[in-house]
């Protein structure tokens, strides 16, 4: 079984679209009961609040429900989950200095490494931006969830 943990700043647009996004691929895989998916943030502004209603509104074109309510990064992630998927530089460098060891550390990867059509250095953060931003970033997440499933049947 794998267990994989998506994170951005709130968990309230582009980690809570990744699980989901994921989850559609691994269910159409048939790997539901191999895969396990949450998403948290690195801050606990939001928690207990369902996604952005941009995200949950541009998802649900695409045919994706997301229903998860944000939470924070806990300590006792970094043991339950194999990989820690963030979406950019900053998610990147903050858990890992959360991170309570090395190993723990090296769960860290970045969610735009698996990206196999679209070229992105990272998912940008679409919460202060308009309607391109939010496709924008589903565009990514479907790359680089298709890629991630990928890999992990790989392993």
């Known amino acids: 079984m794998k267990k994989i943990l998506f994170v951005c700043l709130g968990n309230i647009c582009r980690s809570s679209a990744a699980e989901e996004i994921m989850r559609h691929y691994v269910c159409e895989a048939g790997l539901e009961k191999e895969i396990i998916l949450d998403s948290?943030?690195?801050?606990?502004y939001h928690e207990g609040e369902p996604a952005d209603a941009r995200m949950r509104a541009h998802a649900a074109r695409r045919g994706y429900n997301i229903t998860h309510l944000s939470r924070p990064v806990k300590y006792d992630d970094f043991f339950a989950f194999d990989m820690i998927v963030g979406m950019d530089d900053r998610n990147i460098d903050r858990l890992k200095a959360l991170a309570p060891g090395i190993e723990e550390e090296r769960k860290v990867v970045r969610m735009t490494?698996?990206?196999?059509?679209?070229?992105?250095?990272y998912v940008p953060d679409?919460?202060?931006?308009?309607?391109?931003?939010?496709?924008?970033?589903?565009?990514?997440l479907e790359d680089a969830c298709e890629g991630?499933?990928?890999?992990?049947?790989r392993e």
């Open 40 to 44: 948290a943030g690195l801050i606990d």
């Open 113 to 121: 490494d698996y990206c196999v059509r679209k070229l992105a250095d």
């Open 126 to 140: 679409p919460y202060y931006g308009g309607a391109e931003g939010f496709e924008n970033v589903l565009d990514i």
């Open 148 to 153: 991630l499933l990928d890999a992990v049947r």
